[in-house]
């Protein structure tokens, strides 16, 4: 495999203090072995893969799932937790500029459609998965930030039909949300949950609607001649169709058409041991909401319901045990800088995991252009939870030629271009991050 980051990143150090393995156990998944022959195939057990995987199955297609690792190994089951809108990094402007007003609207209303996909699943197939918060709430870290608010609330009203609530500084306390903030808005749409859970619950209902799921069965090979061959340490799946959904833990040459058309880029979380009512009156931070800061190194927090604080942050240049450790100190850092009451609070959990962005800051799913018959989804710019799932849901209707169920935004059937540099391009954010760092912002 040709991958961005070192070995290091794709092995179990970055994930051995992940708080998720410990809430639940995927089940014990056969390998790939033998031949095997289905109607499409599908590479990653993540919310993609899953998602339409399940759909696929459900519609009656014949599905086998192979993922190196097991179901929700990756960001899926590292993330934090937020399903909520997004899946776009591009601003309101940009997106505008490039596509075209109605393109930017009709991608805002698929960000809706992808919450309710995913509420909707979770209902139907009764995944316990621990949800709560309703909607997510911005922090204002600046008092400019908190003076955007109401031109901000207008835009949501206009593009999802929601009306957001304002907290102004003096109210956060009465809130349960104190601390270093100028203000708060909340848009009610999204909910937090457990995401190794929603993963599972994923798992579990493709293979219950009949998908066969291998897992510890990485992909070697693709060979395309009347449908496609993968090869697999000890297995060959001979499938129609295709789809690969790997998303940040891609690699460059499975397929070659991924190559640089993806950067994949951590982030990192730290979870405390569950603390007292004391312990929370201390700080007064409360809430259950799900909230966020829109710093270039956006810091997301949420109080679960067990009372333990997940706190995360992107960044980190490098990937390696002492780079890791160096990452937990600067998050340590900003976590107390945030909750200074916390400060002698345990943080036993924290881990990496790597989202994956596009050049033009838009997620893609659709055809792969090169490949008649394989089709991917990837680049939901670290909101993946709603828009993975729903972006799986798209592709299921792709591979079987149907005029897609769910709205496929313009926005989303743009493929993504290369960035430049190659295996190098990681250094293209560099100075982004290192300024981001010095600055604080």
Same mark, same amino acid.
């Given at each position: ?191 937090? &949950?457990?995401? @190794?859970?929603?993963? !599972?619950?994923?798992?579990? /209902? #493709?293979?219950?609607?009949?998908? *066969? $799921? ?95 604080? &997940?706190?995360? @942050?992107?960044?980190? !240049?490098?990937?390696?045990? /002492? #780079?890791?450790?160096?990452?937990? *100190? $600067? ?111």
């Amino acid at each position: 495999m040709t991958r961005v980051f070192p070995t290091y990143t794709y092995g179990e150090g970055p994930r051995e203090h992940c708080y998720w393995p410990s809430t639940a156990q995927p089940p014990d998944n056969p390998r790939a072995e033998g031949s095997l022959t289905c109607d499409v195939a599908v590479i990653g057990a993540g919310y993609t893969g899953l998602s339409a995987a399940l759909h696929l199955a459900e519609a009656g297609s014949d599905v086998v799932i192979l993922d190196t690792h097991s179901p929700g190994w990756g960001a899926s089951g590292r993330n934090g937790g937020f399903c909520c809108l997004g899946g776009s990094a591009a601003s309101d402007t940009i997106l505008a500029q490039l596509y075209s007003e109605p393109a930017r609207r009709e991608f805002r209303e698929t960000e809706l459609h992808a919450v309710n996909l995913a509420a909707g699943l979770i209902k139907h197939h009764k995944i316990a998965c621990d949800t709560h918060s309703n909607g997510e709430t911005l922090m204002a870290h600046t008092q400019k930030a908190m003076d955007d608010f109401e031109a901000r609330a207008k835009v949501v009203e206009r593009d999802y039909g929601v009306s957001p609530t304002i907290t102004t500084k003096n109210d956060l306390a009465t809130q349960g949300m104190k601390g270093p903030f100028f203000g708060a808005i909340t848009t009610p749409i999204g909910f937090a &949950l457990n995401p @190794m859970k929603y993963a !599972l619950g994923l798992a579990e /209902a #493709a293979c219950k609607a009949g998908a *066969r $799921l291998y897992t510890n069965s990485p992909v070697q090979h693709i060979d395309q001649q009347s449908g496609f061959t993968l090869t697999t340490p000890e297995a060959r799946i001979s499938a129609k169709r295709l789809v690969v959904a790997t998303n940040g833990y891609s690699s460059d040459d499975l397929p070659k058409w991924l190559r640089a058309r993806y950067l994949p880029t951590q982030s990192n979380v730290i979870v405390t041991r569950q603390m007292t009512d004391t312990e929370l009156a201390a700080q007064g931070w409360t809430s259950r909401q799900m909230s966020f800061d829109d710093r270039f190194l956006l810091h997301y927090f949420r109080l679960m319901p067990n009372k333990r604080m &997940l706190f995360g @942050m992107r960044g980190g !240049l490098l990937s390696s045990a /002492a #780079a890791d450790a160096r990452m937990y *100190r $600067l998050i340590r850092k900003h976590f107390e800088k945030m909750f200074p009451a916390w400060a002698g609070v345990e943080t036993p959990y924290t881990w990496q995991g790597l989202l994956s962005i596009s050049r033009d800051l838009t997620p893609y799913a659709g055809p792969i252009p090169e490949m008649p018959g394989a089709f991917t989804a990837l680049s939901y710019h670290g909101n993946g939870v709603a828009m993975a799932t729903y972006a799986g849901a798209l592709l299921a209707d792709l591979v079987q030629g149907n005029v897609t169920r769910h709205l496929h935004p313009k926005i989303m059937q743009t493929p993504p271009k290369r960035f430049p540099l190659g295996r190098l391009r990681r250094a293209t954010i560099w100075p982004l991050y290192a300024a981001a760092l010095l600055t604080g912002s």
